[in-house]
């Protein structure tokens, strides 16, 4: 069997401190393979974002490990950080998070790593490939006000795919869009794990979107409470 591209190893993530604290994960174990497409399902506040944050390298857990690939997000430097990131990791937002000052290339391209290395013709030429991915190649030059909702998020994800990383991680993706677009979104999403064999994983507090995973794991209160 192949090795998990993704190991979570009894986690513990601890907010605040004292009498205040909240214990957002608790005692986490997960390992997802490569190309699998797996759905974290579970009410508001239980940890789903705590959770994608904690495996994506984004916040540290209070204990555990986090294994991406082989290696231990939780012990790489502050300074090599984002290098690991952009290479092996994809992040989708509910509120899309692009910057209004650029045009949707633009925020497709500005994430390109290592961009000093990269010739201006191949960074172009990288970023109009995702943008036609997502089919938002003909809106290529519009700010982010001038699209709905539903092309914004097309775009961020074409920003998250544009350096060909492993794992995609999306939290809550649908979650501003009404739920037409939002399944447009999902069949985008379906399309890049199956197409792309790329590692998704998709935290929801909607049944209904789970379902497009393969596996779900569902979560209450800080625990995983079923893997199916
Ligand atoms: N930065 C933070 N500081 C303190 N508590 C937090 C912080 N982030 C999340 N929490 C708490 O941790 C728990 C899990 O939150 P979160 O992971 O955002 O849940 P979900 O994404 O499932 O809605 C909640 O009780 C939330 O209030
Ligand atoms: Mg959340």
């Not at 231990?72 to 502050?78: G, H, K, N, P, Q």
């Not at 201006?120 to 003909?138: F, I, P, S, T």
């Not at 979104?185 to 209904?208: A, G, Y």
Request: proline share 4%; glycine share 6%; with cysteine.
């Amino acid at each position: 069997m192949a090795n998990p591209i993704i190991h979570v190893q009894s986690v513990n993530k601890e907010y605040g401190r004292g009498k205040k604290t909240v214990a957002a994960l608790k005692d986490v174990d997960i390992e997802i393979l490569p190309g699998e497409f797996v759905s974290v399902l579970g009410p508001s506040g239980c940890g789903k974002s705590t959770l994608l944050h904690v495996m994506a390298g984004l916040e540290q857990p209070t204990s555990g490990r986090v294994l991406l690939d082989g290696v231990d997000v939780t012990l790489i430097s502050e300074r090599d950080l984002p290098k690991v990131r952009a290479q092996k990791i994809g992040f989708v937002f509910q509120a899309f998070l692009l910057l209004e000052d650029l045009t949707a290339f633009e925020n497709v391209e500005s994430v390109l790593w290592p961009s000093d290395e990269l010739k201006k013709e191949k960074q172009q030429a990288m970023a109009l490939e995702v943008l036609r991915e997502v089919d938002m190649l003909e809106r290529k030059d519009h700010f982010p006000r001038q699209l709905s909702g539903g092309e914004q998020q097309r775009v961020a994800i074409a920003r998250a795919l544009v350096n060909s990383p492993p794992i995609l991680f999306c939290d809550e993706p649908t979650g501003n869009l009404d739920s037409k677009t939002g399944d447009t979104i999902m069949k985008v999403i379906s399309r890049i794990n199956k197409e792309r064999k790329m590692t998704v994983v998709l935290v929801t507090h909607n049944e209904e979107l789970a379902k497009y995973a393969k596996r779900t794991l569902r979560m209450r209160d800080g625990r995983i409470t079923s893997d199916r």
